[in-house]
């Protein structure tokens, strides 16, 4: 491989305690030299952090002698002037935390021709796992009969099971059609896991590359096909100002009876009060992870719904023993250090996407 790649992490001690393993360490010394320095600058998704001059002088210290630079919770903005100071610095990653890239200036780093990836999305796979599995659930009323058993009653007789409304579903998921709401990480990881289902894919997404419905094997449509045609509709989309609210009683009423809608992205792109009445028609199912306000509140009507499944916001949630931010931003620094292309950089459209901007000036994205 050549010359060892210089990484640095900036973080703060709470997240290297919790999110840097000891053995992804070890893969990393493989091809690099690694060192961390602590930070503990305030930030959030929707502000850069603020860092005294004193701050920045540690931060500009420790950039210079890196390759690449990986930030995460607690680490100071990586700004021009920082590149600046540290002209060896040829990739600067995000790790966890903040997907509009409040610590990354990725117009700075494009500039200047540094690599600029996140890997933020790494939580998508266990998402678009439970994505699946309450697919299927929806299609059996899973929460229905849930409800019944745990309440005593006498359910699954030989009678029941003919002429009680909820054993007639569809059942079975093979061979239906899926609307995907959103077209990122989590969906295209879905449509991997849903390729043994030979479903027929239907998707709305406005920022996706056109290109894709042919490689990964779907249809791009409208929002209104993807929401009225399928057998059941899952919701992707991340919330952003573009996305608050985008479904309400019209685009709700547009599920057809019998289908099922899902949603494990945000509560906050779906508008609660529309969702519960159309649930109260009686003749759609939902699974829902998400739900706007959380947690869910003790009083609302949605608990008392029989046609919705409930989790309390569970789809990202893992032990860990599975793919990790850290693995993942690995993975990436190893293959910039091998001259491969990167997977997951940081481009204005995908900026655009995150904070729902217009796509016609994409240049003028920051």
Known sequence: MGEKLKVGLACNGQYFERGIKEHEVDRLKEFATFKWEEFDEMSDWYSPPESTPEVIEKFVEFASTVDAMVVCHGAPRVTGEILDAAPS??????????????????????????????????SSLPVSEWALAMMMMGLKKVGAHYRRLITDQEWGTGYQRVHEPDFQMMGDLTGRTVGLIGGGNIARRLIELLVPFRVDILLHDPYLPRELATAMNFTMTSLKNVMSMPDVVVCLVPHTPATEGMLGAKELDWIRPGAVFVNVSRGQVVQSDALIERLRKNDIYACL?????????TDSPIRDLWNVFLTPHIASTTDGTGISFFG???DELERFHLGHDTKHDLMPRTLANRRGEE???LDAVR
Request: hydrophobic share 45%; aromatic share 4%.
């Open 289 to 297: 992870d998400v739900f706007d306000p959380e947690p869910v509140p």
């Open 359 to 361: 796509l016609g000036n």
């Open 89 to 122: 610095m040829r990739l600067v990653g995000e790790l966890e935390g903040d997907r509009f890239a409040q610590r990354i200036d990725v117009a700075a780093c494009a500039e200047r021709g540094v690599k600029a990836v996140d890997t933020t999305h790494a």
């Open 328 to 330: 993942e931003m690995i």
